[in-house]
């Protein structure tokens, strides 16, 4: 394969030969010292016109950085390559656009160039011409251009993958000026060519010592409140430019993180106490920038007696993130790890103490993990996420209600580091898949179905929905309190879809009643469209409650928030003595009580289903006949097979068992064991009986309203 010619745009400088490359030197020389008269000779000679030296360079490039129009008409006579590209990329009209020279942009302009053409790191001729402040290149540039004028003034610069992963590219003409300091090169990309105002950036501070230009840019409503690529704040820019005046101004804002960290972990006082700068430490003190030992202890190693004492008058808004000395930790599961990181002089962010290494990690997230951590001197469990990420707003949103709500986990505070937001939360010890899984370990499943539709209840109350109810979301204290977690795919009810939100919610309980009632056997996750009360255990005792439960929870009816009041007191919540309460009420109804068989509640209860109730179509057979006999003296008429002769007979055993002989008491013994294990279908049939009639009288407090 042929080598490529070194006159093709871009072609590396290499394997020249002499005396070619001599004269390609003494040619680049003479472009350089404007010697027309020399490089014509060279040319007449055979130099090349397109001979590249170090950079790619050829002389036509050479000729326009020097600004010398002669020198560019007598190279292009000879056959230079007027789109000829350095190893850069870099063009001669791109590098006109640097020198400012109207009369070479449009030369090039008229032999072929594009006026928005782009070097290998994304920068036009418009945005050079702002970079140098060349005021009539930028005019010309602009009122040459024939295409969409708002999209070629505010084109930021692409660049290559690579690039982008360090964080390059993206500014515009507009940063350049501002960055290099050209008031009037901003004020007319502003003001005369629509130039968007900078938004989430800092560039515009990385070169300012000093504030018109970013007085000029606040004035017209640029945004302040955004990091670099280094994760600085305006604030911290200005630190480091060590400029009082644009702390002062940025103060002033009323917008900016005083507290706020790069990813170096400096805030702007932490910068100004190492930069000895005293009058801008004062400032943000004043301003109410947090104050912690690091900073006292960068000035005692300064020798500034006076900074030290200045942010000691400030200090005690510091606290310290670590519990005292005697101490030990409340949590059993990551007490090692706590007693570690109490040990070791880990950084302090704000109240916050915490190391974020995979010793200390207490799980993985999308967004950069959980992690344990003390704030305040309480322990905490970290967790991370991108600064301003949607999942952060959904979080903060929840968290936000955390101490009106008894079954969510507490948020002690919030922090920022680096990129990051740092949310601080209750610890934990286990989520509900590890609590499950451990055989040794007692469960009370009806506790923690109990709490689980509380919290979404009271969730739901705030106009929220969860999002994400997993057995991992679901955290068990050191108390074993059951709490609520991970709000990360929280909506609100706000953004619309409020019954699909609630029926998600809804949904994901009705998957963790059989997950949590078979203490993780039967898998959370399963196939769209199952039927998922078919797959409750036929073993687990309370089975028909459990099925119903599942069933209220996944009907295709579901989304009415309402429904979470009414099922928190469903049967299966129920204990034993409960049930047979409940049966009683019911039975003690004036209308069961006279057989008024008109009646909207002996109608409900004596329909046809009842003849096919299990144990019930001939409940008096399945009576201790002696005990039947005792109860049906001195009646009017004996009990029948009937829903509501039963129930009136369980009413009328909890009125009259006090008084009744001895033997009675043997046989029947504990009233509510007795009937509720003789009738295990009884109490879930004249719930939803009652239910279904629309019959609130006897059903619990909540059930009612």
């Known amino acids: 394969m042929a080598a490529p010619s070194n006159t093709q745009p871009g072609s590396p400088n290499s394997c020249r030969n002499e005396p070619t490359a001599a004269k390609v030197s003494q040619l680049q020389k003479a472009v350089k010292e404007g010697s027309v008269e020399r490089a014509r000779q060279l040319l007449e000679e055979g130099a090349d016109v ?106 930021g610069r692409v660049v290559s993958t690579q690039q982008r992963q360090v964080h390059k590219g993206g500014e515009t003409a507009l940063m350049d000026a501002a960055r290099k300091g050209h008031i009037s ?112 202890e960068v000035a005692k190693l300064n020798y500034n007696n006076e900074m030290a004492a200045l942010l000691l008058k400030f200090g005690d808004m510091a606290i310290n993130s670590r519990p005292p000395k005697e101490w030990e930790p409340i949590s059993k599961r990551w007490g090692e790890q706590l ?82 937001q740092l949310f601080c939360l209750s610890l934990c010890e286990r989520n509900l898949e590890d609590h499950l899984s451990n055989a040794k370990r007692a469960v009370n499943c009806h506790h923690i179905l109990q709490t689980l539709l509380e919290a979404v209840r009271d969730l739901h109350s705030l106009e929220l929905g ?51 009632v078979s203490k993780g ?24 409650e459990i099925k119903d439960l599942i069933r209220s929870l996944t009907s295709p009816n579901g989304g009415n928030s309402a429904q979470l009041g009414d099922l928190i007191h469903h049967p299966f919540f129920w204990s034993r003595e409960s049930r047979f309460e409940f049966l009683a009420e019911v039975g003690n109804n004036p209308d069961i009580e006279k057989n008024i068989t008109e009646s909207r509640i002996v109608k409900a209860l004596n329909c046809n289903e009842s003849k096919h109730l299990s144990g019930v179509a001939q409940w008096t057979k399945k009576i201790d006949q002696s005990v039947l006999k005792n109860m049906n003296q001195k009646r009017k008429y004996t009990y029948q097979d009937s829903v509501t002769d039963l129930l009136r007979f369980i009413r009328n055993i909890r009125a009259h068992y006090d008084a009744k002989p001895q033997w009675f008491k043997e046989i029947i013994q504990n009233p509510s064991r007795y009937f509720v294990d003789q009738f295990p279908r009884l109490t879930l049939y004249v719930y939803e009986c009652l239910r279904h009639a629309d019959i609130r009288l006897h059903l619990p407090h909540r059930v009612q309203g």
């Open 466 to 516: 969860h999002g994400d109810l997993h057995p991992r979301n679901i955290l068990i204290d050191a108390d074993d309190k059951v709490l609520l977690a991970d709000f990360d795919q929280s909506s609100s009810f706000a953004e619309g879809q409020r019954e699909l939100i609630i029926k998600e919610d809804l949904e994901a309980l009705g998957r963790l009643v059989p997950y949590v």
């Open 339 to 420: 007693r570690r990181l109490h040990s070791i002089n880990s950084p302090q962010i704000g109240k916050l103490n915490v190391q974020f290494d995979e010793y200390y990690r207490i799980e993985s997230t999308s967004e950069g993990g959980i992690y344990l951590g003390f704030h305040a001197g309480a322990e905490v469990a970290v967790k991370r996420f991108l600064l301003g990420s949607e999942k952060a707003k959904r979080e903060a949103t929840c968290l936000r209600h955390s101490l009106s709500n008894r079954h969510m986990v507490k948020l002690h505070g919030t922090e920022t580091r680096d990129n990051c």
């Open 521 to 544: 056997e039967v898998p959370f996750d399963g196939p769209d469209g199952e039927d998922v009360a078919a797959r409750c255990p036929m073993d687990v005792p309370g089975h028909l």
């Open 185 to 296: 090169a901003v004020q007319t990309l502003v003001e005369h060519m629509g130039a968007s105002l900078p938004q989430k950036r800092n560039t515009i501070l990385k070169q300012n010592k000093t504030g018109p230009i970013v007085s000029y840019l606040l004035d017209c409503g640029a945004d302040v409140t955004g990091r670099d690529e280094n994760g600085k704040t305006s604030l911290i820019l200005a630190a480091e430019r060590q400029s009082l005046e644009l702390v002062d101004l940025l103060l002033r804002t009323g917008q900016v993180d005083i507290n706020a960290m790069g990813h170096d972990g400096k805030t702007a006082l932490k910068v100004a106490v190492e930069y000895d700068h005293e009058e801008i430490a004062r400032l943000l003190c004043e301003n109410g920038a947090r104050v912690d030992g690091s900073n006292v």
């Open 50 to 155: 397109n001979g590249r030296v170090e950079g790619g360079w050829t002389p036509l490039h050479t000729a326009v950085q020097a600004n010398r129009e002669e020198m560019v008409h007598l190279l292009l006579e000879h056959g230079a390559e007027p789109c000829a590209r350095k190893d850069n990329g870099a063009t001669p009209f791109i590098i006109a656009g640097i020198v400012g020279n109207v009369n070479l942009l449009q030369l090039f302009l008229s032999k072929g160039s594009e006026i928005d053409e782009t070097d290998n790191n994304g920068f036009t001729a418009f945005m050079e011409a702002a970079y140098y402040g060349k005021q009539e290149a930028l005019k010309f540039l602009y009122e040459t251009f024939s295409g969409e004028k708002e999209r070629y003034v505010n084109l």
